[in-house]
């Protein structure tokens, strides 16, 4: 049996064997549970909610005369406040 040190150790010298759980379940279907369990080190999986990757990107673009990014401040944070409401809802 592995102990979290020895997986540890092969994730260092990048030996680990890394699985998501699509393959995990393949690799199931495929060989069983037994062998599968044998096999793999590290199991992945992908989880979304909204605070773990969102971010906003404000393109001001270009204006004719150049604006100082000051004055646009108003609408930063506007955006902040729609985006805030938006996460919680």
Not at 19 to 25: H, I, M, R
Not at 39 to 50: A, R
């Amino acid at each position: 049996m592995r102990t979290l040190s020895d997986i540890n150790d092969k994730i260092e010298n990048k030996k680990a064997v890394v699985w998501t759980v699509e393959e995990l379940k393949a690799q199931v279907a495929e060989v069983g549970i037994p062998q599968a369990a044998k096999t793999v080190d590290v199991i992945t999986t992908g989880t979304f909610e909204p605070m773990e990757s969102s971010g906003a990107i404000l393109n001001l673009g270009h204006t004719d005369p150049p604006s100082k990014s000051g004055n646009v401040g108003w609408m930063a944070s506007r955006l902040i406040q729609v985006l805030e409401q938006w996460i919680c809802i």
